[in-house]
């Protein structure tokens, strides 16, 4: 009996290795077929340059390279042929690719399966009838006048009784330097999912605490951004379907949000959503799916968490090196809200004309998600005469838009307000697709009015009560590799309380 149970086990181990074996080789012949449909033979100097990673003698990030090609290509278009990649700076290409041929340039099949299990069926991992639905279902909640009073109480509630107690914590200490891009993170991500789920994950709080739902969702970010890096999407798929590595850790984070978040809506249906004011419940009265609920909320999340964290960072790094431009936010302040008061309401934000001004002005230079892909569903030509093939991945480049002198002339590398500012000191936005920050067109970002309110509040606040110290000196700041633009080593500051505010 033992001989037949152990002979039962050892074809059993046999057929799982020749199983293994199996999946593996044809998961390498696949990916050899992929890599050779790519050109990695191609030799132009693009094309060496990236495989052999000889930009990195010139420049420290891959963005600042590509700007470099983007700037001196004749037509503001590249093709980088071992990634089957078409990049573009174009403005006339831009609004093609958004608004023309909205149809023909979706997120396509590649994006949505990077980021499928984190997004699942959410509106930024969607196109066609799904993506329409929840467009029109999320823009009608959110041009609401209701939810944009709510979400000004959260921002409120945030800076006042969370971020400047923190920052007031560390004033004038000789050890106390914050990683002001992490502090920000915890503000943007509390921020968030309250106004989202309704769940407060406390993360600015004083002591810093990083909650299980937050450092999940920080890691299932990451590792689909690492996903959308690797050189073929067979080799995360390969580690995906044997568990191992990187993999394992997504499936295990992905599973905590899942508990966590289908948690938070069974409560919400068990005590009744309808006095609710979060986007979760206002959501609640049209799905009834609950995972498609969680997909719908968490794509919020992303968007809402990394690249308003983002834009605070860039904005305030700038700011400490223009300290003349946050004088200036001071100063339009104090003539349109009063000596120092603070906003009252949603709609003074629109009479302080010069902090609009200096906040586009920081996302031109540093926009929060440098460039944005699509994939050609239909060979087609670019209005600059770009041939592009069916399946070929194009990528318009805010990045490189905001450093080319045709578009901004050529103080384009200066931090100026002042250049979206009229003779009458009024704000004029500029066309979307020169400025595709936000996105354009019909996939326009549906939360600019909200990130817009977050770093106007978060502005104004800690300039009128802090003044904020670099501790390292950099001409431009180094990214690390990420769905959003994220300063590598974070932004270490010095943080001193200005004397009116001082505790005694």
């Not at 199983?19 to 132009?44: D, M, P, Q």
């Not at 990634?83 to 590649?110: Q, S």
């Amino acid at each position: 009996m033992e001989l037949e149970v152990s002979l039962l086990l050892e074809a059993h181990h046999s057929i799982y290795f020749f199983l293994l074996l199996a999946i593996i080789a044809f998961f390498l012949l696949s990916l050899l077929l992929y890599l050779l449909r790519l050109k990695l033979w191609c030799n132009c100097e693009i094309c060496d340059a990236y495989l052999t990673l000889s930009w990195t003698n010139q420049f420290n990030n891959l963005c600042d390279w590509y700007a470099h090609l983007l700037k001196n290509s004749p037509t503001k278009t590249i093709h980088i042929h071992v990634l089957g990649n078409t990049i573009t700076a174009n403005p006339e290409n831009v609004e093609y690719m958004l608004k023309t041929r909205f149809d023909n340039y979706p997120k396509g099949k590649p994006f949505s399966t990077i980021l499928g299990d984190f997004l699942g069926r959410g509106i930024f991992n969607v196109d066609g009838d799904l993506w329409k639905f929840q467009r029109k279902m999320a823009s009608l909640e959110l041009d609401k006048f209701s939810i944009r009073a709510y979400a000004f109480e959260i921002v409120r509630y945030e800076i006042g009784d969370r971020l400047i107690p923190l920052l007031s914590s560390v004033s004038g200490k000789e050890d106390g330097v914050l990683d002001l891009q992490d502090v920000f993170r915890r503000f943007s991500f509390d921020c968030i999912c309250r106004f989202s789920f309704g769940l407060d994950p406390r993360c600015l709080e004083i002591t810093l605490p990083m909650s299980d739902f937050a450092y999940a969702f920080d890691l299932a970010s990451k590792l689909s951004a690492e996903r959308a890096m690797t050189v073929s999407p067979l080799v995360w798929k390969i580690k995906r379907k044997l568990n191992l590595g990187t993999e394992k850790k997504m499936k295990e984070a992905i599973k905590l949000i899942n508990i966590l978040a289908q948690e938070v809506i069974r409560q919400r249906r068990k005590m009744g959503f309808l006095s609710h004011k979060d986007l979760l419940s206002r959501f609640m009265h049209t799905v009834t799916d609950e995972t498609y609920l969680r997909d719908i909320v968490i794509s919020f999340l992303l968007a809402g968490r990394d690249t308003v964290a983002s834009a605070l960072t860039s904005f305030f790094w700038l700011l400490a090196k223009y300290p003349q431009v946050g004088s200036a936010i001071l100063e339009e302040a104090d003539s349109v809200l009063g000596p120092n008061q603070e906003l009252r309401s949603y709609e003074q934000m629109g009479d302080l004309h010069y902090l609009q001004a200096a906040v586009y002005e920081s996302m031109r230079l540093y926009p929060p998600i440098q460039f944005d892909s699509k994939f050609c569903e239909k060979d087609d030509i670019l209005p600059d005469g770009t041939l592009v093939r069916r399946g070929t991945r194009v990528t318009y480049h805010p990045y490189a838009m905001g450093r080319i002198e045709e578009l901004w002339g050529q103080d384009c590398l200066e931090f100026r307000p002042e250049r979206w500012l009229r003779d009458d000191g009024t704000f004029f936005p500029e066309n979307p697709y020169k400025y595709p920050v936000f996105q354009a067109g019909l996939r326009v970002c549906l939360g600019k009015d909200m990130a817009l309110l977050e770093l106007k509040c978060v502005a104004i606040s800690l300039l009128r009560r802090f003044q904020i110290h670099l501790m390292t000196s950099c001409h431009t700041p180094r990214f690390s590799p990420g769905l959003t633009a994220t300063f590598s080593g974070g932004l270490p500051v010095l943080v001193r309380e200005k004397e009116p505010y001082q505790s005694s």
